[in-house]
């Protein structure tokens, strides 16, 4: 397919891509320390069916990985997916882009984000000495 819309937004894929790697990153640091505690729970507990808490954290990770869909821009126009964390971001991206509410909404979103920035670079109370550089 061609024509103008039938390309994809190189800067935004690299983004989403950049964003479900930083998704993946953080489910696998925490998967991590997570399955050794349920492999353990398990083992001194005698359980080794299916329904032993590693395997339910097992399907838990699968079906993450489904949501996250990391290779999903690779995928054709119109091929079918389950709902993902793109669809997601592309709801995020359209309320944003919508010329009636979205610059109102990126708006309250940055004086967000700044308070956040600056709540955690506040001194803690009752120190003097502010954030250091």
Not at 113 to 133: I, M, S
């Amino acid at each position: 397919m061609t024509g103008p819309g039938a390309t994809r937004p190189l800067l935004r894929d690299v983004l989403r891509f950049q964003f479900k790697l930083l998704l993946d990153a953080l489910r696998d640091v925490a998967l991590s320390p997570l399955s050794l505690a349920a492999a353990a729970v398990d083992a001194l507990s005698g359980r080794r069916d299916r329904d032993a808490l590693f395997y339910r954290l097992l399907r838990i990770g699968r079906r993450s990985e489904d949501w996250i869909d990391l290779w999903g821009a690779a995928r054709e126009p119109g091929e079918p997916h389950a709902a993902n964390v793109d669809d997601l971001l592309g709801h995020v991206e359209a309320v944003l882009r919508d010329p009636r509410t979205g610059p109102r909404r990126a708006r309250a979103m940055q004086r967000w984000l700044e308070r956040e920035r600056r709540r955690r670079l506040a001194p803690p109370p009752g120190d003097r000495n502010g954030p250091a550089d």
